[in-house]
């Protein structure tokens, strides 16, 4: 078994990251819809396809999150290498999204709580006979209303430290995900405050578990105006804050964060990863990468359309590209031509 503290710092290297392909599949096929194409089991896998087998893709891309499904399928070409083995022949680390979706949170409302614990050692064990050497678990946190309650950030972030111990008894490295949600009309300051209170607690909660913060990767929402806000902040100001929320709540052990894009533009994702590694590179103690779904492939699923793998494979590339140049603060002429 590889070190965990090894995986983790191969998945946040400099100059690459992580791409979010674990859409489950009432999501892929909303995705699909928004493009007119039928959402089955052949499309899906052609997609994936698609997006791995794009030539280059491991220059940029450390590692993919895939879904349950996705895991167990394979290339389409002759071969029908299973996708774990392709990736793992191209240098990218096979991922596995385990939680199980995040559900109504009961005597709350509008607050959400992150199932999948029951049954998780064993699936975690058939995951890495499968080749997946990292998991991810999402845990959502919405702002609004008196909302979030130290309800729902406790128990959120207690089911992602109970995550996070067992994939490292299990050999995986865990991807540690509370996302605060850009829905909504708060300010970045409201953003900051919240992903504040969720840090501290989330990082309390994996030290009382006895997890080695070594060996994870932290995935969090930047610190950003909500979609309705009517004064949204500056790609300076996302800088400047994001980079405060994180420097004074995250454990300098921790390898790497990896941001999710939660419903950015791909090019503000961009600009915003570049900016923080333009700016703040040489004052934070961990790598400052990408983790995008949407991010990444948003072009790409429009390109493809069903059929246009090239075009589709093209625009994923560039995407790529441009976040491996923003994790060394070095995105602005390329994002120029985009
Ligand atoms: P987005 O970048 O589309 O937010 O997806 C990242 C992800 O993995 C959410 O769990």
């Known amino acids: 078994m590889e070190a965990l503290n090894v995986i983790a710092a191969k998945m946040v290297a400099k100059g690459k990251g992580i791409l979010a392909a674990d859409e ?24 994936r396809d698609m997006l791995f087998s794009a030539d280059g893709l491991n220059e940029y891309i450390s590692g993919i999150i895939m879904f349950d499904e996705t895991l167990k399928q394979s290339t389409t070409c002759e071969q029908k290498t299973p ?43 058939d995951y890495y006979k499968l080749g997946a050497r990292f998991a991810k678990w999402r845990a959502v946190i919405t702002i609004g209303d008196m909302i979030p309650s130290d309800a729902c950030i406790y128990s959120n972030a207690h089911a992602l430290a109970r995550y996070a111990s067992l994939c490292q008894e299990n050999g995986l490295v865990p991807i540690v995900e509370p996302e605060v ?14 992903s504040q ?20 990767v932290l995935k969090p929402n930047m610190i950003i105006s909500a979609l309705g806000c009517s004064e949204q902040a500056n790609i300076d100001r996302v800088a400047e804050l994001t980079f405060k929320c994180l420097k004074d709540n995250v454990p300098s052990d921790v390898p790497g ?23 703040y590179m040489d004052k934070m103690p961990w790598n400052l ?34 976040n491996s140049l923003a994790t060394k603060g070095m995105a602005a002429d390329m994002m120029q031509k985009s």
Request: glycine fraction near 8%; include cysteine.
């Open 257 to 279: 964060i990896a941001f999710l894009s939660g419903g950015q533009s791909s090019d503000l994702a961009t600009s915003h990863l570049n900016k923080m590694n333009e700016k």
């Open 83 to 125: 996708f774990p083995d392709y990736l793992a022949s191209k240098g990218i680390l096979p991922g596995i999204k385990v939680d199980t979706g995040a559900k109504e949170l009961a005597g709350f409302t509008n607050e959400k709580i992150t199932e999948g614990l029951d049954g998780l050692r064993s699936r975690l064990v």
């Open 181 to 194: 949600l850009m829905d909504g009309f708060h300010t970045a300051e409201d953003c900051y405050e919240v």
């Open 289 to 322: 990468t990408f983790s995008y779904g949407r991010a990444l492939q948003e072009d790409a699923l429009k390109a493809w359309s069903g059929s246009n793998r090239e075009d589709a494979q093209q625009a994923l590339i560039f995407r790529a590209h441009s």
């Open 24 to 47: 489950s599949t009432p999501t892929c096929t909303k995705r699909f819809e928004s493009i007119g194409v039928d959402s089955t089991y052949d499309t899906r896998n052609e997609y």
């Open 197 to 216: 209170r969720t840090l501290n607690v989330v990082f309390e909660q994996l030290l009382m578990h006895h997890v080695d913060l070594k060996g994870i």
